[in-house]
């Protein structure tokens, strides 16, 4: 069974920082990951989907990689904004998509 | 563009009672999923609907029904509410097929006494 992991379950930086979010995975045999963004009382709005043949993706601040071979992903956030604030999930994708728990970024002004 | 509409976004049942959870999208999407988000849990499938006249069960299907009405529909019912189905529900969609994005919509808090 394909289980996925968030870790740190929360984080808090001062703005302007740069950061990374992790998502380990322990099946390589997906399709694809997708990293989303929840905001509190929301629904989980789609920021990067990885094809599984693919190694990194970008959009805008936001910079997603993939390393199938160890079961892990990242996603990097560069000059974070108090507006970035939310949780962030990974979804895994084998057919059924896996997701994280999530990690809650604070980023203080 | 309305992307993908869940009605109710709040309800209170008591145990026992029966309700459906109504959920369309207008991306002309052929897959469509029922999630519950619960703390500590992640989210978790219940259903899903491949292409339209075809449903199969999830990880968590037990106590929970579903219908695709049609491409742009698909509802989820509850029979007989349990408090163990309070939760945050979720419905998704996508084009099909092994890299396209999935949609979500804002969710059905859903609290059971």
């Known amino acids: 069974k394909q289980e996925v992991t968030q870790i740190p379950a929360a984080l808090s930086v001062p703005e302007g920082e740069n950061l990374v979010l992790n998502c380990s995975f322990t099946?390589?045999?997906?399709?694809?990951l997708q990293w989303f963004r929840q905001d509190p009382g929301k629904g989980l709005t789609s920021l990067l989907l990885?094809?599984?043949?693919?190694r990194e993706q970008t959009s805008g601040r936001l910079n997603a990689s993939l390393d199938k071979s160890s079961g892990r992903s990242t996603l990097y956030i560069a000059a974070s904004q108090p507006g970035d604030s939310a949780t962030y999930l990974c979804?895994?994708?084998?057919?059924?998509?896996?997701f994280g728990d999530g990690t809650t970024l604070t980023v203080k002004p | 563009n309305a992307g993908v509409t869940q009605t109710p976004k709040f309800q209170v049942l008591k145990t026992g009672q029966s309700m459906t959870l109504q959920c369309a999208q207008d991306?002309?999407?052929?897959?469509m999923y029922w999630y519950r988000q619960d703390p500590g849990m992640g989210l978790r499938l219940i259903y899903y609907?491949?292409?339209?006249?075809?449903?199969d069960k999830g990880e968590v299907p037990n106590g929970y029904n579903v219908s695709r009405l049609n491409k742009r529909e698909f509802s989820l019912r509850l029979e007989s509410a349990a408090p163990s189905q309070t939760s945050v529900y979720f419905c998704?969609?996508?084009?099909?097929?092994?890299?396209?994005?999935?949609?979500f919509g804002d969710g059905t808090r859903l609290s059971i006494l």
């Open positions: 998704a969609s996508k084009w099909g097929g092994a890299n396209q994005p999935q949609h």
């Open positions: 099946d390589s045999a997906i399709y694809n």
């Open positions: 990885i094809q599984s043949s693919q």
């Open positions: 979804a895994v994708d084998a057919g059924k998509s896996t």
């Open positions: 991306m002309n999407h052929n897959s």
């Open positions: 609907s491949a292409s339209e006249g075809t449903t």
